[in-house]
């Protein structure tokens, strides 16, 4: 890419995340665009005017993804697909799926500007809702083009008891119609998502890119503690069944069994709710939200048991009875070996170094890997930090994994197949996410 181009490709890139960190929600810290949201809303003319400018042909699908087409010489050719996520966390960053729409629309530019048309179409997606939401459920957009969501998941209700359903009536998405996706029913020859790190191994090793080896897979809890009302006043500490004490019992369990894991494994637990709202009454009712992460499925899949038995065991010391609501937010999935090896050649290509890395965070990647061959390229996150203010990846940085997807994607492309998409992993991959 000669230096001129790359310096356009710069500016640009730089000039679009500017741009799409002023739609931020101005009541909450840092940089917040959450799904369904207003500033989330506004974004997402503007990404799917920037594809236009771009030069793709761009529509909203039924499952609420902004799609951009690059038509290649055989449309009739299995599609390349590539993209990520603009929605952020509550309180998040500039870069987290920012840098995979903006580097899959800059790549596609790149084609079009100079007139390199591939020999098949390029799809770039700006998926819906990829963050983890008040329903609890993430990848909403490419969970639905996989054909994933399910009825049950549109009845899940949010922490003001609205349902999943309503929210995308509100969107002016119907759900009944959200697997609806043409572009995603069509044969896909691959698809390859730029994202940040969101860890501190390529910054460390001093790399400036990452291969993806596999994504973790996740199990989400809430465990409610029912223990007994009292004065906290004349209630002897003996005498107390204290749904408080248990649930603080539980996150040590919880830290315990990230910390006790074979492989790369961590467990978090996020938020506590007590139903009691005076100060002088022993909390009765007090629920617990948590997961648990790792790209060791044998490991992830003995969680449920592990933990479940631990926290019962520990909340039975305090007299306190606990049910629990778990669900897998996604199971472990490995990148295809056929991209994750053209990727790689791209990249010694380009003379850029790499390493294999697992994904500790999950990705539109796991539901289109369910599509086709899938793959993901990594640029290094400054200090390794994510989901909050002080996230940062510097533009050079971001410029090399442009290179990178470009490359690749011009090698998937001339390619006659990729291998089989969803390689399920018959033995766990031991996979050893270097640890600061
Ligand atoms: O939760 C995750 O790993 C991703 O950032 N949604
Ligand atoms: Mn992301
Ligand atoms: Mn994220």
Request: net charge negative; with cysteine.
């Amino acid at each position: 890419m000669p230096q001129s181009v790359q310096t356009e490709t710069h500016d640009r890139l730089a000039t679009g995340v500017a741009e799409l960190s002023t739609f931020r929600d101005d009541d909450r810290p840092g940089w917040t665009r959450e799904v369904f949201s207003e500033p989330y809303r506004a974004s997402r003319s503007w990404t799917a005017a920037r594809m236009r400018e771009a030069g793709l042909e761009v529509h909203l699908d039924q499952a609420g993804n902004i799609v951009g087409r690059l038509a290649g010489r055989e449309s009739s050719a299995p599609a390349l697909v590539t993209g990520s996520h603009t929605d952020t966390v509550d309180g998040g960053g500039r870069f987290d799926g920012v840098v995979g729409v903006l580097g899959a629309i800059e790549a596609a530019r790149l084609l079009a500007a100079e007139g390199r048309q591939l020999q098949r179409d390029l799809l770039v997606v700006d998926f819906l809702g990829e963050e983890s939401n008040a329903f609890g459920l993430s990848c909403l957009g490419s969970r639905s083009a996989a054909q994933e969501l399910t009825p049950a998941d549109l009845e899940r209700r949010d922490h003001r008891g609205v349902r999943l359903a309503h929210a995308y009536t509100d969107a002016g998405l119907d759900p009944a119609k959200l697997s609806e996706v043409p572009w995603a029913r069509r044969p896909l020859q691959a698809f390859v998502e730029l994202h940040i790190e969101q860890g501190p191994t390529l910054e460390k090793r001093g790399l400036p890119l990452g291969i993806v080896t596999a994504i973790t897979g996740i199990e989400r809890f809430i465990a409610s503690f029912s223990g007994s009302a009292d004065h906290a006043g004349t209630t002897s500490m003996e005498d107390r069944r204290d749904a408080m004490i248990a649930a603080a019992d539980a996150v040590l369990a919880v830290r315990a069994e990230g910390c006790g894991a074979p492989v790369h494994g961590v467990a978090t637990t996020t938020r506590i709710d007590s139903a009691s709202r005076s100060p002088n009454v022993v909390p009765s009712l007090v629920r617990m939200y948590g997961e648990v992460r790792s790209v060791d499925p044998a490991w992830l899949s003995g969680t449920r048991g592990r933990l479940g038995a631990e926290i019962t065991a520990r909340a039975a010391g305090s007299g306190v009875d606990v049910g629990f609501e778990w669900s897998s937010d996604n199971a472990v999935v490995e990148a295809a070996r056929g991209v994750q090896d053209i990727a790689g050649a791209a990249a010694d290509d380009l003379g850029l170094p790499w390493m294999p890395i697992p994904s500790g965070a999950t990705h539109d990647a796991v539901h289109m890997a369910s599509l086709a061959p899938m793959g993901m390229i990594f640029i290094p996150s400054k200090d390794g930090r994510s989901h909050c203010p002080e996230e940062w990846s510097s533009t050079e940085d971001l410029v090399v994994g442009v290179r990178a997807l470009l490359a690749t994607l011009q090698r998937l492309d001339t390619r006659e197949s990729t291998d089989n998409h969803r390689s399920t992993p018959q033995s766990p991959p031991v996979r050893h996410l270097e640890l600061p």
